[in-house]
């Protein structure tokens, strides 16, 4: 069973415009962790976020913001004033248990951002 | 190096060639772990090192796949009589404490890539 759902597979913008990335994960652990990763044309990994089921303080870094909600079982992302630079394939992971080493990732969100 | 270094970042093989993949983890980091990522879709655990010891190798898809950290630095992924099906990207990550002892450092940073094409 799918772990992590992020049900948009694109999304496309102008720049300046606000983006908001969707990520409903399932787990019947009650520790566990939530990450979302981006990864450019280059194709390596970018670490951007990880939050424990203990937080649910939402973040904020630069133009980027996050979202934690329980109830809803969801961790959404948002780009604030989207740049050309934001465009890559962006997901969302959970790690839980014992095995918390152990991502699993969701299918991925490809947001591409026009000038 | 500055962050994980894979290579080749391209290969191609033909069907029933045997392939190495190799990476390079970050200097001094611990734990070390392999992942699989089909086209148009998020990474598959594989296979997770700490040292040189392979504590879990359950995300393995056959026992065509092996994988290998002898001196607990570099590692290598081997796959043997590679079938089409095994046309992917394969990602390293490496993170610095034994996994579990730091969990403000668990945090796993990822190479680029091996991407396998399979004739």
């Known amino acids: 069973a799918q772990k992590v759902t992020q049900a948009q597979t694109e999304i496309s913008v102008v720049e300046k415009e606000d983006v908001t990335l969707d990520c409903v994960y399932e787990t019947r652990d009650t520790t566990y962790y939530l990450f979302w990763y981006k990864q450019p044309p280059s194709g390596e990994l970018v670490f951007l976020i990880r939050?424990?089921?203990?937080?649910?303080q939402n973040e904020i870094s630069g133009r980027y913001s996050w979202n934690f909600q329980k109830s809803t079982s969801s961790f959404n992302f948002t780009i604030t004033a989207s740049q050309v630079v934001d465009s890559a394939v962006y997901f969302c992971?959970?790690?839980?248990?014992?095995?918390?080493?152990?991502?699993?990732f969701g299918a991925g969100t490809t947001v591409t951002v026009r000038a | 190096g500055a962050g994980v270094s894979q290579s080749p970042r391209y290969k191609v093989a033909k069907r029933g060639q045997d392939v190495a993949l190799r990476c390079d983890p970050i200097s001094g980091h611990v734990s070390l772990f392999w992942y699989q990522q089909a086209l148009g879709q998020g990474p598959e655990f594989l296979t997770y090192f700490q040292n040189e010891a392979q504590l879990d190798k359950s995300g393995l898809p056959s026992d065509r796949f092996f994988a290998e950290r002898p001196e607990g630095s570099v590692s290598t992924l081997k796959i043997q009589r590679t079938q089409q099906e095994d046309s992917a990207v394969y990602l390293c990550?490496?993170?610095?404490?034994?996994?579990?002892?730091?969990?403000?450092?668990?945090?796993?940073?990822f190479g680029a890539g091996t991407r396998l094409s399979v004739l």
């Open positions: 992971a959970l790690s839980e248990g014992s095995n918390d080493y152990k991502l699993s």
């Open positions: 939050r424990n089921s203990f937080d649910e």
């Open positions: 990550a490496s993170s610095s404490p034994p996994w579990g002892t730091n969990l403000a450092k668990n945090i796993q940073y």
